[in-house]
């Protein structure tokens, strides 16, 4: 059973633009050994925020494509400035795995995947169509809910499970509300 959130941000119905800017910043803000579990239907929005979340992250959004038929894609963590210029002291980012369950409809199956071994703390998991996986995922974890509203607005709740998450949540809620203060100016 999934336990329940510490911490929600409901953020209501968003165009394009402003959902790739949330998911991007939550991208921004990860630190590696976090998972983000994606549910929606179809066309709700997972792997366009999963993509928007690897921009975040300082990987090619392009090169982030649905999973669906190998189940789990691996993007390396960025090549840190570090190595190209030694003036430059720009931290390393965590790399990306990403995770499509649609296909896997058994507990086997997906022990299988041995989707826990794949937790570790250079790297951030994302996982679309995450029902099955959601009793064995472990803290700190995102639960991202999308719905689709019309063609062009998505509505997306963001729930915090584990302190790291609840104080990374407390900060988007913060850029977000002054992003917002700004474009009111
Ligand atoms: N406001 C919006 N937010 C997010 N996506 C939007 C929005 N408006 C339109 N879209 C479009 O909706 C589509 C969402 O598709 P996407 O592949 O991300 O969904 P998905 O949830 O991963 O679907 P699937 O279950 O098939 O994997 C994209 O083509 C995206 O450009
Ligand atoms: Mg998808």
């Known amino acids: 059973m999934e336990r329940g959130a510490e911490e929600i941000y409901e953020l209501g119905e968003l165009v394009l633009g402003e959902f790739e800017r949330v998911a991007k910043k939550i991208g921004e803000m990860l630190e590696g050994g976090e998972t983000v579990l994606l549910f929606g239907d179809l066309g709700s929005g997972k792997t366009t925020f999963v993509k928007s979340m690897a921009d975040g992250l300082g990987i090619n959004r392009d090169y982030v494509r649905s999973p669906t038929f190998n189940i789990v894609n691996s993007y390396p963590r960025r ?8 003036n430059s002291t720009e931290v390393e980012r965590p790399g990306l795995i990403h995770v ?16 826990h071994d794949l937790v570790d703390r250079d790297t951030v998991v994302a996982v679309e169509w995450p029902e099955l996986y959601v009793r064995y995922v472990s803290q700190p974890y995102l639960t991202v809910r999308l719905e689709h509203c019309d063609e062009s607005k998505r509505s997306m709740r963001i729930e915090a499970h584990g302190r790291k998450m609840r104080t990374l949540l407390n900060r988007l809620v913060m850029i977000i509300d002054e992003d917002i203060r700004k474009e009111g100016e």
């Open 100 to 115: 499509d369950l649609y296909r896997v409809s058994s507990e086997e199956e997906l022990l299988d995947l041995a989707l």
């Open 79 to 86: 090549s840190s400035r570090k190595e190209e210029n030694e």
